[in-house]
């Protein structure tokens, strides 16, 4: 019995012992050998994987009022896979539009666009239908025609295998097809090569429809209406759930916000770049300008991937789970800026000439500062567009003559003049370098040299430096430039921040200004004569924006020391509002610039002294803007009035200073393009908004 046993127990160890290796040998064949076809079954049966997006951060003013956000919406989207048949021609397969597709699609697409009209032609219902499928179809082709060209390019060395062996080729162009997909996009490592062709697929769809959320029925109904799955009606499309960008106020600091735009419509080899590095798809939106650009990496957020199955579509298994964007609160106050729009709207309307443009109001701009922290309270423009309509209004707003695609805050579409706001940055120079005291005079006869063209707007007889600031005397300051002469009038306008951007990060958005120099003048072939040092010093010839002017009397008010500016007071994680994760005084990384520690003391003595010139501008009998000064509620200000002159226009209109007058605290700077008078138009936009600042 015993022997029995030992017996049956050896014959099972050999059969263990022979079996062993055939064991290694299959699960070495699943494993390595079959691992792709196994890999690509599993895929099968999935019905895909699924791009996660994000939720772009909100962005808020400095009191937390929403100004944009993200909501949910619907885009009907399609992938060049699904819009592809293929024909069999010999041993070869090409792949040609599924025609019958795109027109179903179509005519859903037509029976429910946003701009359908009440009446409308069949004849004008046909051209529409063609246009959208053109469209339709060229996007289709242009994908589908990169991603072969790319193959094409890669099979080169193999083309003598496509006479030898066209088989062998085929299958050489299959893998070289998968491959592609694999090496230009980011993926994860353990998917298949097929997987990684649906990843593209879903990666590479476009939306040529893009859906409210509520709107979502009307296909719900089509899909019941015909009783079939969405996708087989319309093959190589569904519905995705997608993100949409929502603004409050439609144009409300609208150059400040900024636009977004789809990575699909940027040149190929900066959409490749964007899909391959920073992990974009092609349909995402991109910032293009202003906060939405220079904060892309904080408010887009970091895109997931899940895995849905054929057969639980309840449950997702999820590769990488999304993460939303950071809500960005902005050092703007929504109620000031709002107010210095619509203040500046009417201003430009009130002052626009009704026959020649160039000779009335086409713009203006306003903006106010803390003069310690550089918190940017307002910065408006005018006119202005309607973010969400940019696209659909583009051609019409790009030729505008008055130019409401331009931020005139930070730049100008022709070289603007800061005029006479120009002579305090001078004035403080000069007595701080002591090139003059505050006991110098000069006598002011209307004309510097007899019925020459240095002229004043009044005859000041003998007067001072204080009485010059606020009188605003040409010829007291044509005397101080032609003694400080062109190199020191140059540092002048550098210490004042004037030929330098702003450091907050708007790129080629944003205007340096223009200082003018011997050398600049050479390169012209014109001679630097006394006669531009004169110019130079009632800031004539140099050109800046009203944020650089602005930044100018923020130093002035702070004794010299010029605030890094600052429009973002902290960021927040999107999904908790009470979790701040960043307060900083400055902007993005690219914002960080020598600014910080832009310093240039002024003497008490000194600051008094321009001080009481800009405070006798509303206050003195000789103030150039002393019939403003009943407008002001129980404040006091230091200001300035600028009209800079355009030859053959009208002049430009600027009013800029401090207050309160006791203690500074803001800064402003109002422009109003070929708007005459200082005083006249810019200074009442500046008067109503500083008393609006007090009032809250």
Known sequence: MQEMVKTRIKWILAFMIAGFPFLIFRFFEIQYILHEKYSDDAVRNLDRYKDVAPRRGAIYDRNGKLLVKTSAGYALTGNIEGLFLQIKEGDETREILNEESINSLVNLLMEHRENKKDKESEEDKENEKIAMIEEISEKALNIYRRVQESIETTLLPHKELAIKSPSKYALKKKDAKKDYYRRKYP??????????????????????????????????????????????????????????????YPDLACHLIGRLGLVENFPEEIRDSLIKNKGYSVRDMIGLSGIERIFEDALRGKRGCKVQSREDKENSLYLEKSIDGENIYLSIDKDLQEFAEKSLDQTVEKYKSKEEKDKGAVGGAAVVL??????????????????????????????????????????????????????????????????????????????????????????????????????????????????????RLEECAYLFGFGTKSGLGFGSEESPGFIPTPARSASQGEHWGDGKSRMFGIGQLINATPLQVARSMAMIANIGIMPKLCLVKKQNQGS?????????????????????????????????????????????????????????????????????????????????????????????????????????????????????????
């Not at 204080?466 to 002469?485: D, P, R, T």
Request: charge should be neutral.
């Open 370 to 487: 803390n003069i310690y922290t550089g918190e940017i309270l307002v910065m408006a423009s005018s006119p202005r567009y309607e973010i969400e309509k940019y696209s659909e209004n583009y051609k019409d707003l790009k030729d505008d003559p008055y130019f409401p695609l331009v931020n005139r805050a930070i730049s100008f579409y022709y070289p603007i003049p800061p005029g006479s706001v120009f002579k305090v940055p001078v004035a403080a120079y000069v007595l701080q370098n002591g090139i003059i005291d505050e006991n110098r005079c000069f006598v002011c006869n209307k004309y510097m040299y007899e019925r020459g063209r240095f002229a004043c707007t009044h005859i000041h007889g003998k007067i001072d430096l204080v009485h010059a600031i606020s009188g605003s005397c040409n010829i007291f300051f044509y005397h101080l430039g032609e003694m400080m002469g062109p190199e």
């Open 576 to 696: 908790g509002d009470d979790q701040i994760l960043v307060a900083q005084k400055g902007i993005a990384k690219e914002a960080y610039v020598a600014n910080e520690d832009w310093k240039w003391p002024i003497s008490q003595k000194n600051w008094l002294l321009i001080k009481q010139g800009m405070a006798r501008t509303t206050e003195g009998p000789e103030g150039t803007a002393k019939e403003l000064r009943k407008k002001l509620k129980g404040v006091r200000i230091a200001c300035k009035t600028g009209t800079s002159q355009v030859k053959g226009k009208a002049d430009h209109s600027w009013f800029a200073g401090f207050f309160p007058l006791e203690e500074p605290l803001y800064a402003f700077a109002v422009l109003i393009e070929h708007g005459g008078y200082g005083a006249t138009a810019a200074g009442p936009v500046a008067i109503d908004l500083i008393n609006k600042i007090m009032q809250k």
């Open 187 to 248: 993926i994860w490592d353990n998917i298949s090569a097929q997987a990684a062709q649906a990843f593209f697929c879903n990666k590479s769809y476009f939306c040529p429809y893009q859906e409210d959320k509520n709107k979502e029925e009307k296909y719900k109904n089509q899909e019941e209406k015909d009783k079939k799955n969405f996708k087989d009606i319309y093959p190589g499309f569904h519905l995705e759930f997608t993100i949409k960008r929502n603004y409050l």
